[in-house]
């Protein structure tokens, strides 16, 4: 991000420590916002609730990106003012042309162990958790492992096989999929080990919000960062999200 200022100045990966809440200053930042592994990416409800494909609950259900937890990156601002901030990144750029109805945390950049993932279903969905109608055609559901497709268990290297095919940031998917227990720099030799057992990916941060971070996963270690040009920051000018950024191993693949 260096030297591209417009870019650093609305981008959501500049955040608070993740362990704070979610504040608003004169430039949004974004804040702290396992199940199980491999197979939870193909697994989902069937029927009335079933999640919706996110580019058809906003295009076919009526549901407004903004409507539930879409811009939870800045708390509880008005949905007007968070739209003008991060409208275009976590709107156009992201929720609008997911063509697939996976599950994403409810806080963006989460710290806490236990955090609940979520999706739009059919309003003849009984089931919703701790979700609740939307609109007369849309409801919002909490998913759960077993019957949904829960990122929080998606393997590093199928989230970023997930970014290139939905043509997605891989940084911005991370960090909604993902637990992000600390800062890289700040973690400790506790903190990483606890990580490493859980069998569940967990995301690291950099001191600055931006890439790179690290990903944890079992004994392996990767790294999230810019691809370089004409990739990296000019794809995202260009709305080539899934060039933004990329995954490298960095220890134990």
């Not at 990106?65 to 409208?87: I, M, Q, T």
């Not at 506790?190 to 890439?211: I, N, Q, V, Y």
């Not at 944890?216 to 040009?229: E, N, Q, R, S, V």
Request: net charge neutral; hydrophobic share 40%; charged share 20%.
């Amino acid at each position: 991000y260096i030297g591209f200022q417009p870019f650093l100045h609305l981008h959501a990966y500049c955040t608070r420590p993740t362990m704070m809440k979610p504040v608003l200053a004169s430039v949004f930042v974004a804040t702290a916002a396992g199940l199980r592994a491999q197979s939870a990416i193909k697994e989902q409800a069937t029927g009335e609730c079933a999640c919706l494909q996110w580019k058809d609950a906003y295009a076919s259900y009526g549901a407004e990106c903004g409507d539930v937890h879409e811009f939870s990156v800045v708390g509880s601002a008005p949905k007007f003012l968070a739209k003008l901030a991060v409208g275009e990144e976590f709107c156009t750029k992201f929720f609008k042309r997911v063509q697939d109805n996976f599950c994403v945390s409810t806080h963006f950049n989460h710290a806490e162990d236990i955090e609940q993932q979520w999706c739009y279903v059919s309003s003849k969905c009984q089931d919703l958790g701790a979700g609740k109608a939307v609109n007369e055609r849309v409801s919002w559901k909490t998913c759960s492992a077993g019957n949904d497709k829960m990122m929080n268990a998606v393997t590093p290297t199928e989230l970023a096989d997930m970014a290139v095919k939905l043509d997605l940031d891989l940084g911005l998917l991370a960090k909604m999929s993902w637990q992000v227990p600390n800062k890289w720099s700040h973690a400790s030799t506790t903190e990483k080990e606890k990580a490493r057992a859980s069998g569940m990916p967990k995301l690291f941060d950099s001191d600055s919000g931006h890439p790179p971070f690290r990903a944890m996963y079992g004994d392996k270690l990767y790294k999230i960062d810019f691809l370089p040009a004409p990739d990296g920051v000019e794809a995202y000018k260009q709305g080539r999200m899934g060039k933004v950024n990329g995954l490298s191993c960095e220890f134990g693949c």
